[in-house]
């Protein structure tokens, strides 16, 4: 019986978790992952490398990491959330990217409900906006409350393979998005978009039967068995070596690939 590992959350650097999910994509397996990030991190869709809207200063003076992804879309700020990814072969999935964000997204969604945050599936992408902020749109498939985004995902397809990581908004340092995005602090602009875990649920959140039930799920769909293991010393080895390719190395471009 094919199983589902479940590697437990840690904090890490942007490099280090970039080049963590590129490293377990190319290994075989299914594989669902938590983690955070150890500052406050811009990640930028590998197509992506609009930083006209971005204040570096403030991000200089915050110690915002920066970092590219292997996935697209638009720049995400990563600091208070918890931070999934799965990798896995696409014909346990879908091979319809969309069908993909579907079935991660439902349990996912159920997950969240159980401490009352009442989430909402999209059926579809929501009016194109002119704006690189990911959170400001909800796509197809993608998790809202009351039309505002709770949980930003992206998906990346190599061969047989794919990887969907996303962002989980447990809460917002609303001062820091906003200064990053050259936002005046009076405006509600984001608010208006863009709401989290701490603001819609009903219940205390609780991490690990959050993470528990999602990872129980998402087993349950795939028909396997879900194991715990972190990762060993050999994969740490080989994310380290991944690692300068994801690193910050011009001032005008994200590093990665």
Known sequence: MKRLRLIPYSDYSAAFNMAADEYILSTPGTTLRYYGWSFPTLSFGRNNKKLEDIDLDVCKS?????????????????????????????????????????????PLAESLNLFGANTEISPKQSSKRETSICFQEVSAYEIAVGKKKIVGSAQYRKTNRFLQHGSILIDLDWDLWKKVWKVPPESKALERRITT??????????????????????????????????????EVNHITKLMKQYEWTDSNSPGGR
């Open 62 to 106: 915050n110690r915002v990491e920066l970092v590219s992804r292997l996935t697209g879309g638009k720049t995400v700020l990563h600091q208070h959330e918890i931070t999934y990814s799965i990798c896995s072969d696409i014909e346990l999935f879908s091979s319809s990217i969309l069908q993909t964000y579907r079935m991660i997204s439902q």
């Open 197 to 234: 875990v701490k603001k819609e649920s009903t219940k205390p959140f609780d991490q690990q039967q959050f993470e528990l039930h999602f990872a129980g799920q998402l087993s349950e769909i795939l028909r396997m068995e879900y194991y715990l293991k972190d990762f060993t010393s050999v």
